[in-house]
């Protein structure tokens, strides 16, 4: 399992912390469940295991144990490490026939002889939990209402608890990866009070990247190199919002180098800044499409 959360204060930069958001998202996620059990209708986010990886399984138990707490149902299949990709498909497509199944997730990572990505758009686009499902990233760049990529709606979902302004300001994101960057520069350009950026995406192809990040209000690392982000690429006073991350081992190697704190007027912590509010969005887009399909 990951490390615990880091409640240390530093110096010069205020933490923003992911547990106070994740935490409201879900009082409102276990409030819209409620509702909805009032009307007869459990909401339920299915789960499929393949393999017997341990991280794995315990990533799993969290989430069941969260969608009690949450008054979900959350029905699971675990399949052995030798089922094929039909298989994998066969049992997905029960769920996606199941009336009574809002939710689904594939728990990554799968055994290598298996495709993440085919299995990802056979799961039916309304009940995409994770907001991957390519018909999703076209609602999403069209403003069509459907399920969120779960890290950028939480990375929006932690500005807006914090009150940090986002609206006519400058986000740079570096990174244009397909599960970060890239669904996060739509999502924050999007007119929204809690959007409205003017956002700025770099890469590999922009190798003086930094002359980027260093004008920017909001700096949102999203690279997955760990120790990218270093004080010199930060503005003063500045926001920092590290979400790309390695790992070695159970250690987790961030891409924002720690004394990036000394500079920034607000960065999430080391550990337990995005990733609490990633795991809280699963509940938020299940709920969503809970209520969606509830005449
Ligand atoms: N905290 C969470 O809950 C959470 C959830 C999901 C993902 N993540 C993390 O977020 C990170 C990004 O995920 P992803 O799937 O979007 O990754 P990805 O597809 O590998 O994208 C990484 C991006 O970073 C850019 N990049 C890499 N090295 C760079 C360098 N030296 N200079 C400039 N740009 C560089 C790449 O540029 P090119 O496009 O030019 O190659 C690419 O656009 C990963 O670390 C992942 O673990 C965290």
Known sequence: MTEPADTTTTPGA????????????????AAAAARLRERGVTPSL?????????????????????????GFASPHEH???TTTQDELHRV?????????????????????????DVALQTIDPDKDVDGMHPLNMGRLAVGLPGPLPCTPAGIE????????????REVVILG?????????????????????????????GVPDWPRYTRRADILVAAAGV?????????????????????????RLLPDVDEACAEVAGAITPRVGGVGP?????????AIHAATRSTP
């Not at 932690?158 to 009150?163: I, K």
């Not at 509010?277 to 887009?285: D, Y």
């Open 14 to 29: 205020r933490l923003l912390p992911g547990a106070p958001v994740a935490e409201a998202v879900l009082a409102e996620t």
């Open 46 to 70: 299915a789960t499929i295991l393949v393999g017997d990886d341990d991280a794995s399984a315990g990533y799993i138990r969290i989430k069941q144990r969260q969608a009690a707490a949450l």
């Open 79 to 81: 399949l052995p490490a």
């Open 92 to 116: 997905i497509a029960r769920f996606n026939a199941d009336p009574a199944v809002h939710g689904i997730l594939v728990q990554y990572p799968i055994p290598g002889h298996l495709d993440y």
């Open 157 to 168: 979902a932690l500005l807006a608890h914090y009150e940090i302004p986002v609206a006519g």
């Open 176 to 204: 244009r990866g397909a599960t970060l960057g890239r669904p996060l520069a739509m999502l924050l350009s999007q007119k929204r009070p809690t959007a409205n950026a003017a956002v700025t995406v770099v890469h590999t």
């Open 226 to 250: 760990p120790g990218i982000v270093q004080p010199e690429h930060v503005r003063p006073g500045s926001v920092v919002i590290g979400a790309g991350v390695r790992y070695a081992g159970r």
């Open 277 to 285: 509010t990633t795991v809280a969005m699963l509940f938020r887009n």
